[in-house]
């Protein structure tokens, strides 16, 4: 299958980024070049997992005469493994990178969610924490592989160390969320505070049906993420891709904060109501009026600080 989505490259690979560079007289990206050794070792390590994202297949090929049973077991094994949510669909060309041929069928797709507690200590724990559930997402893929092949089929794992899925749209028709205004999928439990991972196969197994809880609706009418941005990136229209609304982000604003800027930014996914609308967790709507508080003190369209100061 003949993957059709275009995909951004990442760092100076990307036009875009290299001409916002050339024209600040920058010759690296200030949010990827300081130094962090945290970082630095994350990248390292899911690089390595990359390399052990395919392998032997078991000649033994086990029977599937139940396709629920088997997809339940992978399911289970998904969050053994550490996942916290895990569905899967069929693949289309819209969920594969541009030109990229993809040998399998099927994709399972598995969320890993982060502590929202981390928005109270500023943009350098959540960054931290962001490089260690990708590092984790990379076991759990590579781990979940290892055990569909086991099986005797096929299976490759994607993320950042290797990865030709299409996040957004696999998500969504594998029953994980709705897409938000902000562009992140919306999980009813853990908001877009999650990082995702993907595991393509052969593997015969049942599908799942996209998620609709009326986060689409809320968002037309919700401007929290908008107007919290720094760089007004966020759409005020949406516009309908394959029947369902979508918000483009202007990447050309965005970049002067999420790339450009020393500090991270997580705003628009860490300001958005779900974080406590749905899962009417109490502990999060106290971080959540916490942080709004501090939104509100700063500016809410000023950049998140690099640590807030500690409380009096």
């Excluded at 949010?31 to 395919?54: F, M």
């Excluded at 819209?94 to 040998?103: N, V």
């Amino acid at each position: 299958m003949i993957g059709t989505s275009w995909r951004r490259e990442q760092g100076p690979a990307d036009p875009l980024l290299r001409k916002m560079l050339a024209e600040r007289g920058l010759d690296n990206v200030p949010q990827w070049t300081k130094k962090d050794d945290v970082r630095t070792a994350a990248s390292e390590y899911w690089l390595s997992r990359g390399k052990d994202r395919d392998g032997p297949v078991n000649p033994d090929k086990r029977e599937i005469t139940d396709t629920l049973h088997i997809t339940e077991e992978v399911k289970a094994k998904a969050l053994e493994l550490g996942a916290n949510l895990v569905g899967c669909c069929a693949l289309t060309p819209t969920m594969i990178d541009e030109g990229f041929d993809m040998p399998h069928r099927n994709v399972f797709a598995f969320i890993l969610a982060e502590d929202y507690g981390n928005v109270l200590k500023g943009s350098l724990a959540i960054e931290a924490e962001t490089y260690e559930v990708y590092m984790r997402i990379a076991d759990i893929a590579t781990d979940l592989a290892t055990f569909i092949r086991d099986m005797g089929y096929p299976a490759w794992a994607h993320h950042n160390g290797a990865l030709q899925i299409q996040a957004i749209p696999t998500m969504y028709q594998c029953g994980l969320g709705e897409l938000g205004r902000h562009g992140s999928l919306i999980n009813p439990t853990y908001a877009a505070n999650f990082r995702p991972g993907f595991v393509t196969t052969n593997l015969p197994v049942l599908y799942d049906s996209p998620l609709e809880f009326g986060v689409q609706d809320y968002c037309r009418n919700c401007k929290i993420c908008r107007n919290n941005c720094p760089g007004d990136a966020i759409a005020t229209d949406h516009i309908v891709t394959e029947g369902i609304k979508r918000w483009r982000i202007d990447m050309e604003k965005c970049y002067p904060f999420s790339r450009l800027h020393d500090a991270y930014c997580h705003i628009c996914v860490d300001v958005c109501p779900y974080v406590h609308k749905e899962n009417g967790d109490t502990e999060k709507r106290t971080m959540y009026g916490a942080y709004m508080k501090r939104r509100k003190q700063d500016g809410y369209r000023s950049p998140n600080r690099l640590r807030y100061e500690e409380e009096d």
